[in-house]
């Protein structure tokens, strides 16, 4: 992989690359218009190598996944507004068309964002790779960016949710698509998920830090996207794969590496992030929010959050299963006329619940829901 020599300048944030790209006749097939040539525009790409660098992706991997003749057939397939995210062809990638005020959201908050990813390596934040533009010759510019793929797995997902920590007019629509296969919402959520104490501590410690981020930079309506792998009934969490996962941290274990960093009565303990529990001898390969171990309990959508319920949870009740998950859609701030859509909601319904609300609410709510759905494993016992 490229080592990068110095840390990203400030012309860098402004910088851009256009190029035109020529493919061969055998690649017309899959292009949308009658044209090998397309004018490719890379935003800030010395900022970007350093952020793909952190993320171990290859220059060398990440063009050919990238700019090819199917993902430009994927660009500019008929419809595809309504429909704006897909994968490369090798799932490493989810690629997202923009509109133009959503690029400039992403270029003016590049600076801050690559500091903060920088300070959390284990920030819930999905990756961004890449900002690009590509035109035709002759034809109309697509603005998309390129992230992570959050859901990439050896498993199989079975159900995966997009939160945003309210249940106003968060529904999956029944009549539409496949339910099996569609990403349902709050509403539909039925499942808390039970993690280590010391692992939860860290996980909501980093979702305060990266909610403060948002907050400060003025961004609401991001969403929580949740991939659930519910295990086999006869395979245990100790028999499973612990490869590329978050593991519990045993009493045993933290007094042998480090005492004072994960005794969870420590009172700096809920200022360490999860970076702190993966820096431990053996723990460096850890990803936060791929293939983490959890047991979830599954909940009547009618009795979310009623404590009657919650007296009757036992362990024998649980479900091993792996999550994926990660912080999306980060573009939105609160403008104009989401604050008229607030001031017009709020006449009908609770100010608080209604989604769009200003960041200091949005981020509170958030938190509050995340610490709601990921609970202390203790309560099981």
Sequence with gaps: MEQLE?????????????????????????????????????????????IRQIGNIDFADYMPSVCCGETLSAVFAPGKCSSPIFLSMDDRFALKILKKSEMKVWLNMLPNYYKHIKKYESSLFVKLYGLHVVRPAGGVKVYFAVMSNLLQSDLSINKCYDLKGTPKGRTLNRGVGHEQQAILKDQDLEFYFYLDPLVRARLLAQIKYDCEFLESEGIMNYSLLLGIHMQAPQTSLEESSFEGSIISCTTEETQENDEETCDPENTDDSELTLADLCSTPGRSNLQFGAKMPARSVQIPVNEMGSMSF???????????????FGIVDCVKHYSMIKRFEHAYKSIQYDSISIPAVNPKAYSTRFQEFCSNIFRDEKELE
């Design 6 to 50: 110095r840390e990203p300048l400030a012309s860098d944030f402004k910088a851009c690359k256009s190029n035109w790209i020529k493919f061969s006749k055998k690649e017309l097939s899959l292009l949308p218009h009658n044209t090998t040539h397309y004018q490719w525009k890379d935003y800030c790409p010395a900022v970007f190598r350093h």
């Design 310 to 324: 919650e007296r009757t949870l036992k362990a024998e009740g649980c479900q091993e299963v792996f999550l994926y």
